[in-house]
């Protein structure tokens, strides 16, 4: 079973900066792409940023210019660096990763239990 562990999480103080990490665990599979998504409380979630294996990315308007995705796929982690961070970025960020399991021929979709971030004074 493929498990994704985020870190880097918690509070900082509006226009500081984190680092999000996450790690696929196992390596029985090929990273079609992954990304990070976000929960604000009484809000859907919604995707931050994504990158694909080829190094394609897309990030969501309201990040552009201040968050920055990126892999390093030989130890299949995935990276989200954010700056400028403002109370609008508070909640919880999820890790999202599609994969091709190589043992089973079909691609899944995996999640993480989602980190806290708090954008506060």
């Known amino acids: 079973q493929v498990q994704l562990v985020e870190s880097g999480g918690g509070l900082v103080q509006p226009w500081g900066s984190l680092r999000l990490s996450c790690v696929a665990s196992?390596?029985?599979?090929?990273?079609?792409?992954m990304g990070w998504y976000r929960q604000a409380p009484g809000k859907q979630r919604e995707l931050v940023a994504r990158i694909t294996s080829t190094g394609s990315t897309n990030y969501a308007d309201s990040v552009k210019g201040r968050f920055t995705i990126s892999r390093d796929n030989a130890k299949n982690r995935v990276y989200l660096q954010m700056d400028s961070l403002e109370p609008e970025d508070t909640a919880v960020y999820y890790c999202?990763?599609?994969?091709?399991?190589?043992?089973?021929?079909?691609?899944?979709?995996?999640w993480g239990q989602g980190t806290q971030v708090t954008v506060s004074s």
């Open positions: 196992k390596n029985t599979f090929v990273i079609n792409a």
């Open positions: 999202n990763a599609e994969l091709f399991i190589t043992t089973m021929s079909r691609s899944y979709t995996y």
